[in-house]
Nanobody
Framework: QVQLVESGGGLVQAGGSLRLSCAVS????????MGWFRQAPGKERQFVAS????????YYADSVKGRFSVSRDNAKNTLYLQMNSLKPEDTAVYFC???????????????????WGQGTQVTVSS
């Protein structure tokens, strides 16, 4: 079993930055691909970014490319999402996800990820 706990959400003005963290426990962190999804009110969960177990490859939704950066510290069992140049449309609950066997082509669908955190709210004011 893997436990994921997100932190770092909050209220920020448009153009600002936030860094989300996801603390992982329960299984060897370095064996798992990790990612971030988000869900705005009334909308489906949306892929944001992901990173392979080694950290060698990262993937981003087109809407966040160039503004967000995903990284991991395997020694600290922690996943990060650095969010810059935030826009009001980035407002959502952000979820950390993990899966040991997922392939790169499967990252985009929320159905393919086994483990989810409880989410952290990010609100961007205009």
């Amino acid at each position: 079993q893997v436990q994921l706990v997100e932190s770092g959400g909050g209220l920020v003005q448009a153009g600002g930055s936030l860094r989300l963290s996801c603390a992982v426990s329960g299984r060897p962190f370095s064996s798992y691909a990790m990612g971030w999804f988000r869900q705005a009110p009334g909308k489906e969960r949306q892929f944001v970014a992901s990173i392979t177990w080694s950290g060698d490859n990262t993937y981003y939704a087109d809407s966040v490319k160039g503004r967000f950066s995903v990284s991991r510290d395997n020694a600290k069992n922690t996943l990060y999402l650095q969010m810059n140049s935030l826009k009001p449309e980035d407002t959502a609950v952000y979820f950390c996800v993990a899966d040991r066997w997922i392939s790169a082509t499967q990252h985009i669908s929320p159905l393919n990820w086994d483990y989810w955190g409880q989410g952290t709210q990010v609100t961007v004011s205009s």
